[in-house]
């Protein structure tokens, strides 16, 4: 593992030096001029999502006015179907289910 290493600390020192001497070539006569940015007209999409911005803030601003004046009911409402009167009276039983039975002959009987 001796040699990985000293390959790369030698590759790493090749490439300081590289930098540096890169560096110290560049002078101020290389450099270009400071100069302002150029003053470049509004970002395209800025207005139309200002307005849009504009259109669902005050979109809010109206439905919450809506329901703020619009209120609340005076009774409360009516239920959905009439409710049935309570029954009166007994209740009347169920009959059980009648089952069919399988008719069997009887036996005649002979007559006087």
């Known amino acids: 593992m001796s040699t ?3 390959s790369t600390a030698a590759v790493e020192e090749r490439l300081r030096a590289a930098l540096d001497a890169r560096a110290r070539s560049v002078g101020p006569a290389d450099l270009r001029p400071l100069r302002p940015p150029a003053a470049t007209g509004r ?3 800025t207005v139309p999502r ?3 911005m504009g ?4 979109a809010a601003v109206a439905a919450l006015v809506f ?3 619009r209120g609340g009911p005076d009774r409360p409402a009516e239920p959905a179907h009439r409710p049935r009167p309570p029954a ?3 209740p009347t039983p169920v009959p059980s289910p009648v ?3 399988t008719a069997q002959p009887s036996p005649s009987v002979p007559g006087p």
């Open 88 to 90: 009166t009276g007994t």
């Open 55 to 58: 259109l669902l803030a005050l």
């Open 4 to 6: 990985s290493g000293t």
């Open 50 to 52: 200002r307005t849009a």
């Open 43 to 45: 970002p395209r999409g």
């Open 99 to 101: 089952r069919p039975t």
């Open 67 to 69: 329901l703020a004046v």
